[in-house]
């Protein structure tokens, strides 16, 4: 495991890559470290395939009410005009929910067999269900200052009260790679441990009545701890959800060479598996709706949680194949 620096801004970055064969080894970093690489998940045509079926998506699909005017110009989006993506109205956080977390590009990525198989040599079991989480799109905010990223800043996804055990691993695409120009998840490595988990209750005892969502104080001994973990386009990051995660804008550095290319700073897939017999009648009811509506859920597949959004029956939903139905 390598550690890099970037001096300008003070960014701490991590890199833990390891390949899939190599199961023995990245289990047992994901248990002693709390997170992990997975080297290719995705293969370099299945990278590109995806980002193509999310850019007819945005181009296509994208319902008139998240496009804006640019000075009464209505050019449609394109992929290769970076000018009309002014019309892209787009969560300054950069998630992107509703019909995007059920569309083609989404249901593409999770149902990859070589991410079910990672899952499920993390939990020892073949029949798991997949998250419908939102995608994270953030535009070159070199090309144009208003499109800067904010982050939710360091948090946990798991409530150390209610919820002690090893019960989510969440895991997150990139469909370009992680590096400090841009940024991308930081994690602090081995906050997942019981001991830190005792700290973390002495210091937030009112959260023991909260859902999952513990967002870290300002000023908590944890910031400025975090460490960006660095990937390439199409490997599979996974953190256990006790860990302590947040996002983090990187540098805007860019190469000359780069910076007039069409391109996404970062286009990101949450997927996150975990048995199929952790949810109950209800909730598998819930998910099939979810999907026929075109609403998003969260990183919790075996529960609905309280940040998912509301579909529309008026929604046509994507036809599947038999790997995505399988973990629906």
């Known amino acids: 495991m390598s550690k890099e620096a970037n001096k300008k801004v003070s960014m701490?970055?991590?890199?833990?890559?390891?390949?899939?064969?190599?199961?023995?080894?990245?289990?047992?970093?994901?248990?002693?470290?709390?997170?992990?690489?997975?080297?290719q998940a995705l293969c370099p045509g299945e990278v590109?395939?995806?980002?193509?079926?999310?850019?007819?998506?945005?181009?296509?699909?994208?319902?008139?009410?998240?496009?804006?005017?640019?000075?009464?110009?209505e050019k449609p989006i394109d992929r290769n005009d970076i000018t009309t993506w002014l019309q892209w109205r787009l969560d300054k956080r950069g998630f992107m929910t509703g019909k995007t977390a059920q569309s083609k590009g989404s249901w593409y990525v999770r149902g990859i067999p070589r991410i079910h198989d990672i899952f499920a040599?993390?939990?020892?079991?073949?029949?798991?269900?997949?998250?419908?989480?939102?995608?994270?799109?953030?535009?070159?905010?070199?090309?144009?200052s208003g499109w800067i990223p904010l982050t939710e800043g360091l948090h946990l996804d798991q409530n150390p009260f209610n919820k002690r055990d090893f019960v989510c691993v969440q895991g997150m695409v990139p469909l370009y790679d992680?590096?400090?120009t841009v940024g991308g998840l930081e994690v602090v490595p081995q906050t997942h441990t019981e001991e830190s988990k005792d700290e973390f209750r002495k210091r937030?005892?009112?959260?023991?009545?909260?859902?999952?969502?513990?967002?870290?104080?300002?000023k908590?001994?944890?910031?400025?701890?975090?460490?960006?973990?660095?990937?390439?386009?199409?490997?599979?990051?996974?953190?256990?959800?006790?860990?302590?995660?947040?996002?983090?804008?990187?540098?805007?550095?860019?190469?000359?060479?780069?910076?007039h290319k069409a391109q996404l700073a970062r286009l990101s897939i949450p997927v996150c598996m975990t048995p199929r017999s952790w949810a109950s009648k209800e909730v598998l009811q819930q998910r099939k709706e979810a999907f026929e509506t075109g609403a998003c859920?969260?990183?919790?597949?075996?529960?609905?949680?309280?940040?998912?959004?509301?579909?529309?029956?008026?929604?046509?939903?994507?036809?599947?194949?038999?790997?995505?139905?399988?973990?629906?």
């Open 12 to 39: 701490r970055s991590i890199s833990a890559r390891f390949d899939y064969q190599d199961a023995s080894s990245w289990l047992d970093h994901l248990k002693t470290e709390g997170f992990i690489v997975i080297k």
């Open 48 to 73: 590109q395939t995806a980002i193509d079926l999310f850019w007819t998506h945005i181009e296509n699909e994208l319902p008139k009410s998240n496009r804006s005017k640019a000075d009464g110009d």
């Open 121 to 144: 040599k993390i939990w020892d079991e073949e029949d798991l269900l997949v998250s419908m989480d939102a995608v994270i799109a953030w535009k070159p905010w070199w090309h144009h």
């Open 178 to 180: 992680v590096t400090t």
């Open 204 to 218: 937030y005892p009112q959260m023991s009545y909260s859902g999952d969502w513990c967002p870290l104080r300002r």
């Open 220 to 259: 908590d001994p944890l910031q400025g701890c975090g460490s960006l973990v660095l990937a390439q386009a199409g490997d599979l990051i996974l953190w256990d959800s006790r860990t302590v995660h947040g996002g983090v804008v990187g540098t805007g550095e860019i190469r000359k060479e780069d910076k």
């Open 297 to 328: 859920m969260t990183h919790w597949p075996h529960e609905v949680g309280d940040g998912h959004s509301v579909g529309t029956f008026a929604n046509v939903p994507i036809d599947l194949t038999k790997e995505q139905l399988k973990i629906l």
